[in-house]
T-cell receptor
Framework: EDQVTQSPEALRLQEGESSSLNCSYT??????LFWYRQDPGKGPEFLFT???AGEEKEKERLKATLTKKESFLHITAPKPEDSATYLC???????????FGSGTKLNVKP | DTEVTQTPKHLVMGMTNKKSLKCEQH?????MYWYKQKAKKPPELMFV???????INESVPSRFSPECPNSSLLNLHLHALQPEDSALYLC????????????????FGPGTRLTVT
């Protein structure tokens, strides 16, 4: 059965304290893995798409990487405005829809 | 421009009311989606429209009725809802939903916060 698991569930960081969020997946036939940021009461904001193992994408303080079993979202020197819930989703060849993980709620304190 | 708009932003309705949620995109995307999101949970897929035809219905109760009048618009008609249907309803679009698309990322609107009393 296809499954997407994110960890940790919640993460509290001090401003400037770098860390990583994990998205592990067991799916048959990965078509793509997607990272989103969601602020409370708002729609998810698209961050990155990763298609194959070894691929990396960067945007400001965020860097996403992909292996055959998991993806990491690395946050370098985070700022309070990076506080949000980060969602990963996978798209498979079998089922033409996103499977979302349960998200990691990031809180960056000044 | 990667904007998906949704109206209204907030909606309060009684269990006997009929209301509609609206979604619009002008990115030329041919796939559009409705999701339901409860507090502290990820979005749950409800419906997928591909080239204006319903391609996925995730066993959603018939009190939710989707409609895709054209490639830019998506509606969700609501009737006889229950209090447990209160949630954030998200619309999304992507280039297309079939194999062979050049990109698959979905762009989400801001959502409609629905409260059923």
């Amino acid at each position: 059965e296809d499954q997407v698991t994110q960890s940790p569930e919640a993460l509290r960081l001090q401003e400037g304290e770098s860390s990583s969020l994990n998205c592990s997946y067991t799916v048959s036939g990965l078509r793509g893995l997607f990272w989103y940021r969601q602020d409370p009461g708002k729609g998810p904001e698209f961050l990155f798409t990763l298609y194959s193992a070894g691929e990396e994408k960067e945007k400001e303080r965020l860097k996403a990487t992909l292996t055959k079993k998991e993806s990491f979202l690395h946050i370098t020197a985070p700022k309070p405005e990076d506080s949000a819930t980060y969602l990963c989703a996978v798209l498979t060849y079998n089922f033409n829809k996103f499977y979302f993980g349960s998200g990691t709620k990031l809180n960056v304190k000044p | 421009d990667t904007e998906v708009t949704q109206t209204p932003k907030h909606l309060v309705m009684g269990m006997t009311n009929k209301k509609s949620l609206k979604c619009e995109q002008h990115m030329g995307h041919r796939a559009m989606y409705w999701y339901k999101q409860k507090a502290k949970k990820p979005p749950e897929l409800m419906f997928v429209y591909s080239y204006e035809k319903l391609s996925i219905n995730e066993s959603v109760p018939s009190r939710f009725s989707p409609e895709c009048p054209n490639s830019s618009l998506l509606n969700l008609h609501l009737h006889a809802l229950q209090p447990e249907d209160s949630a954030l309803y998200l619309c999304a679009s992507s280039q297309e939903s079939s194999l062979g698309a050049s990109s698959y990322e979905q762009y989400f609107g801001p959502g409609t916060r629905l409260t059923v009393t």
